[in-house]
C-alpha cells in the first residue's frame, strides 16, 4: 500500500520558471512531511520540512504548501535554475509512534532547461 | 561536521553470493536507518536502531538480510545468498532530533 503519492513523475521547466510537485497521502496520523532532494550519486538531502500546524512555508526560493483537510501537500520551487535538476521526494512520517520512520513518495525527476 | 560515511560505495555480485554494507553515522547520532531504493522509487526503510537496539525491522527481509549496530556506532546490513531483484541503491541515515535525517551517499549493489 502505498502510502504517499507523488506527482509528476518528471517536470521540465525553463530557467526562471516554477516548478511544482505534488503529493496526496493517506494515514491521517502523518504529522511531519519533508521534501528531500537528490543529486544522482548522493543520498537524499533534507529540503524543506513542515507540520500541520501551518499552511504554508518558506524557505528562500523553495515554497510547501499543506492542505490538511485534503490531505495534500507540494513543493513550489521559484525562479528555477539549472543546478535545482536533481530529483525530489516528499515524505511523511507519524512521530505519534515513537519511531518517526519516514515514508517516502516515489520521486520526481526536475529538470531545468536554460 | 562529518557526515554519514558507508562503504564500498559500489558493489557487483552473482546471485546467491553474500554481500555487506558499512555505515557509519554522524557522531553523537543514537538512531540509524537502512533503507533500499530501487531505481526510479523512493527509499524504503528496511530497518531502524536506537542505540544498538532494534526499533523495528518489520520490512527486512530475515531469509537473507541481517543487520547490527554494535556498541550503538557502526552499523554493518548483509544480504546472504542475494537474488538479481536486491540490486538496488542501500542507504543508511542517522538522526540526532527525531525526524531530521541525515544521509549517506549509499552503495549501489548490482546482483547478476
Not at chain 1, 80 to 102: I, V
Amino acid at each position: 500500500q502505498q502510502q504517499v503519492k507523488q506527482s509528476p513523475q518528471s517536470l521540465i521547466v525553463q530557467k526562471g520558471g516554477i516548478s511544482i510537485i505534488n503529493c496526496a497521502y493517506e494515514n491521517t496520523a502523518f504529522d511531519y512531511f519533508p521534501w528531500y532532494q537528490q543529486f544522482p550519486g548522493k543520498g537524499p538531502a533534507l529540503l524543506i520540512a513542515i507540520r500541520p500546524d501551518v499552511s504554508e512555508k518558506k524557505e528562500g526560493r523553495f515554497t510547501i504548501s499543506f492542505n490538511k483537510s485534503a490531505k495534500q501537500f507540494s513543493l513550489h520551487i521559484m525562479d528555477s535554475q539549472p543546478g535545482d535538476s536533481a530529483t525530489y521526494f516528499c515524505a511523511a512520517s507519524n512521530s505519534g509512534a515513537g519511531s518517526y520512520q519516514l515514508t517516502f513518495g516515489k520521486g520526481t525527476k526536475l529538470s531545468v532547461i536554460p | 561536521e562529518a557526515g554519514v560515511a558507508q562503504s564500498p560505495r559500489y558493489k557487483i555480485i552473482e546471485k546467491r553470493q553474500s554481500v555487506a554494507f558499512w555505515c557509519n553515522p554522524i557522531s553523537g547520532h543514537a538512531t540509524l536507518y537502512w533503507y533500499q531504493q530501487i531505481l526510479g522509487q523512493g527509499p524504503k526503510l528496511l530497518i531502524q536502531f536506537q542505540n544498538n537496539g532494534v526499533v523495528d525491522d518489520s520490512q527486512l527481509p530475515k531469509d537473507r538480510f541481517s543487520a547490527e549496530r554494535l556498541k550503538g556506532v557502526d552499523s554493518t546490513l548483509k544480504i546472504q545468498p542475494a537474488k538479481l531483484e536486491d540490486s538496488a541503491v542501500y542507504l543508511c541515515a542517522s538522526s540526532y532530533s527525531y525526524n531530521e535525517q541525515f544521509f549517506g551517499p549509499g552503495t549501489r549493489l548490482t546482483v547478476l
